[in-house]
Structure formats: structure tokens, C-alpha cells
Nanobody
Framework: VQLQASGGGLVQAGGSLRLSCAAS????????MGWFRQTPGKQRELVAT???????NYADSAKGRFTISRDIRKKMAYLQMNSLKPEDTGIYFC???????????????WGQGTLVTVSS
């Protein structure tokens, strides 16, 4: 199982970006997918998660500005980020929680990260 994140880049404050995460492998189910952000000197922190049933959870900093979604059939997750602020800058990692592939399950799978830079 692999996760491939994309969509990061440089954007001015107030702008928007859409991150994508593609899961590959002989996957027949993923419990939840999410996005986490890491900045220098800080631990990786949750940005947003979404379950297979569509329930979402957001960090307070993301509420009202970010929207997480997923396409279960395509094994994709997305993070629409609007009204970006310089403090949103960081490496965004895609995560899959409880991934089922054939007879194997993976508690946590992480993508390689995509860099988001928001200039003031």
C-alpha cells in the first residue's frame, strides 16, 4: 500500500490550494484518511480526517477554511484549502488509518508529503 500526495506549492495569503492523495495497492478498504501538517521544530499535527462513512474532523485552525473529501471508489482523498494564511505553511502528509489489502491490514500508512508555502 502506498500513498501519493500532490498539489502543494507556493501561494499568496488569501489564496487556495487543493491537495490530493492517491492510495495504491490491492486495497479493499480504508477506514479513514486524513491530512497532517509538519513544520520545523514541531510535531506532526492533525489538519483534517474523514471516515469511510463521510464523518469529518478538523483542527480548529482549519475549520471554516479547509474541506476534506474522499472518493472511495478511486481511493483518493482531497483537501481544499481556502483563505490560506502564512501559518498554514508546512509539509502536508496524507494518512490512511486501518487499510485492508488482501489478508493484511495496516494500522497507519503515510504518504511522502507535499510542501505548502503561503507567503504574506
Amino acid at each position: 500500500v502506498q500513498l501519493q500526495a500532490s498539489g502543494g506549492g507556493l501561494v499568496q495569503a488569501g489564496g487556495s490550494l487543493r491537495l490530493s492523495c492517491a492510495a495504491s495497492g490491492r486495497i479493499y478498504g480504508i477506514n479513514s484518511m486524513g491530512w497532517f501538517r509538519q513544520t520545523p521544530g514541531k510535531q506532526r499535527e492533525l489538519v483534517a480526517t474523514i471516515t469511510a462513512g463521510g464523518s469529518t474532523n478538523y483542527a480548529d485552525s482549519a475549520k471554516g477554511r479547509f474541506t476534506i473529501s474522499r472518493d472511495i471508489r478511486k481511493k483518493m482523498a482531497y483537501l481544499q484549502m481556502n483563505s490560506l494564511k502564512p501559518e498554514d505553511t508546512g509539509i502536508y502528509f496524507c494518512n490512511a488509518h486501518d487499510t485492508y489489502e488482501a489478508s493484511v491490514s495496516y494500522p497507519e500508512v503515510w504518504g511522502q508529503g507535499t510542501l505548502v508555502t503561503v507567503s504574506s
